[in-house]
């Protein structure tokens, strides 16, 4: 499916949304870091919008992608660590709790500004306190998403 998100792909951005001291809320974070030091590529910006990816919607605009992957942990009610891959603007878009602004809304905005394909790329977080490490289960998905996204998005 991401394959076929990213046929014709000529600027990709991927933000990763989320907190990194909120357990498996950190899920997006720990993925475009660890991007960041597996693509060097002018054609793939990678965002680390914390859990304000509205503070990145200039930003994402006037990098005029073809193309935008949001990574968030998301509860689809899945088993922990269980990646979905969704249409942001679709019923996961509006369910993030963690963030201020509905994804749903945010992809409107910039589809106003810019024409682009956006995906949503979540994973079921196991635990979301405070202070808590990353579960297991999280932590083996978004290894292994980097290593399908390091994959998919060499231009």
């Known amino acids: 499916m991401l394959e076929d998100f990213l046929k014709g792909a000529e600027k990709v951005v991927v ?3 989320g ?15 660890e991007l960041k030091n597996r693509i060097k590529s002018d054609k793939v910006i990678i965002l680390n919008c914390g ?11 006037n990098e ?4 935008v992957i949001f990574i968030d942990a998301v509860d689809f009610g899945g088993k922990p ?7 942001p603007e679709g019923t996961l878009g509006e369910s993030f709790s963690t963030h201020r602004l509905p994804l749903k809304l945010l992809v409107g905005y ?14 079921q977080p196991k635990q979301l306190g405070l202070f808590v490490e990353m579960s ?12 399908i996204l390091a994959q998919e998005l060499k231009f």
């Open 15 to 17: 933000c990763g949304i």
């Open 19 to 33: 907190n990194d001291v909120r357990g498996d809320d950190a899920f997006g974070v720990i993925v475009v870091e």
């Open 51 to 61: 859990e304000v990816p509205e503070s990145y919607l200039g930003k994402i605009i």
């Open 64 to 67: 005029n992608p073809t193309h």
């Open 81 to 87: 660590g269980e990646i979905v891959i969704a249409d």
């Open 110 to 123: 910039l589809k106003q500004n810019i024409n682009a394909k956006f995906i949503l790329i979540g994973c």
């Open 136 to 147: 297991e289960e999280v932590r083996k998905s978004a290894e292994k998403l980097v290593e």
